[in-house]
């Protein structure tokens, strides 16, 4: 009878180690590990395209995983506190989980981001996309791959166009003396300082507040930023310059914690998402701004607002006034991807 006893216990002892072990080596991405909520970061809401294009993945996840991972949009880079340049060290800290972000917030941790913030490098619409969709775009995703995030598909904030409350700006010399808010990025206030401005650096929280005080005259920022945000009537930038000096794409992405977290069949729905949602966020980015359509720029100039549209000669004296600052800072990005991207731009088709 003791024998027995011992037999049973020393099953039972085998039968726990086994069920510790099954513990241990549970497969990642098992639902059990799944997280109640995932938190998505934008700078803005769903009234620009970029929060649009966000809000619109995370309900792409949610039906192509069937529920299993739900995704919450927190705009306003709420999450770290307005400070949007804070965004992807806090992406990979874990304290947010995905995020679209824009190419110009991420650049003060990603140098070779500063790419698209070289002032006059893209000319048109096709030149963004010779970079994003080409090799420039898959070589720049392997840089993120590397800094704890994964890297899914390019979305787009837009061509950034100039407004001020002051008078129409044509000539570098229109801008002399104007107070500028720019984004968080030494190479903003280089170039508006090149130009004659006074550029000041204020998150996107604080600029409208500024502008509609006067603390600022003017401010860059896309098209669907300026109309969505109506700062033609909130914050009195009456004078709109159309000149497409820098763009913004976006990158949406995902803690590398967080995706090693998901099944192989989840990531790859949440990949097939991403690329869905970006391609219509581009669609709505650049709709209504895109020759033969310009109904968008035609609705804002409806309201009162005087846009200043820049010629190809108009811009050669804003590229000649940033040329240094454009030479200084395809050092810092790296010669060789400014290179591979100007002859990926001249290729263009």
Do not use: C
Request: proline content about 5%.
């Amino acid at each position: 009878m003791r024998k027995t006893r011992f037999l049973f216990a020393g099953y039972g002892v085998m039968a726990a180690a086994i069920l510790a072990l099954a513990v241990l080596f549970v497969s990642p991405g098992s639902a059990a590990e799944y997280k109640a909520e995932y938190k998505l970061s934008t700078v803005v809401g769903k009234a620009f395209p970029w929060g649009a294009g966000a809000e619109r993945w995370a309900d792409l996840v949610r039906e192509k995983t069937g529920g299993r991972i739900n995704i919450k949009m927190y705009p306003g880079a709420s999450l770290v506190g307005g400070d949007q340049t804070k965004e992807f060290t806090a992406l990979r800290q874990g304290a947010i989980d995905v995020a679209v972000g824009s190419t110009i917030n991420w650049s003060p941790q990603i140098k070779e981001l500063n790419l698209f913030s070289l002032p006059f490098l893209m000319p048109d619409y096709k030149a963004i996309d010779a970079l994003t969709q080409g090799e420039v775009g898959r070589e720049i995703f392997k840089i993120l791959a590397g800094k704890d995030v994964v890297p899914l598909a390019w979305g787009e904030n837009g061509f950034r166009e100039l407004s001020n409350s002051k008078r129409p700006v044509r000539t570098p010399g229109d801008l002399k003396g104007l107070k500028i808010r720019v984004v968080g990025s030494p190479l903003y206030l280089e170039t508006f300082t090149a130009l004659g401005a006074n550029p000041t650096q204020m998150s996107w929280a604080d600029a409208v507040p500024a502008l509609a005080s006067g603390a600022v005259d003017g401010q860059e920022n896309p098209f669907g930023i300026y109309s969505g945000a109506k700062l033609d009537t909130a914050a009195n930038q009456k004078h709109l310059t159309v000149w497409g000096y820098v763009a913004d794409p976006l990158i949406f992405v995902v803690s590398q914690a967080v995706w090693k977290s998901w099944t192989p069949a989840d990531q790859k729905a949440v990949r097939e998402a991403a690329e869905q949602a970006a391609r219509e966020e581009i669609a709505m980015a650049r709709k209504g701004l895109v020759a033969p359509d310009d109904s968008t720029i035609k609705e804002v100039e409806a309201r009162g607002v005087t846009i200043v549209r820049l010629t190809d000669a108009d811009k050669q004296a804003f590229k000649k006034a940033t040329q240094k600052v454009y030479e200084k800072w395809a050092k810092t990005v790296g010669p060789e991807l400014v290179t591979k991207a100007e002859q990926s731009i001249a290729k263009r088709k």
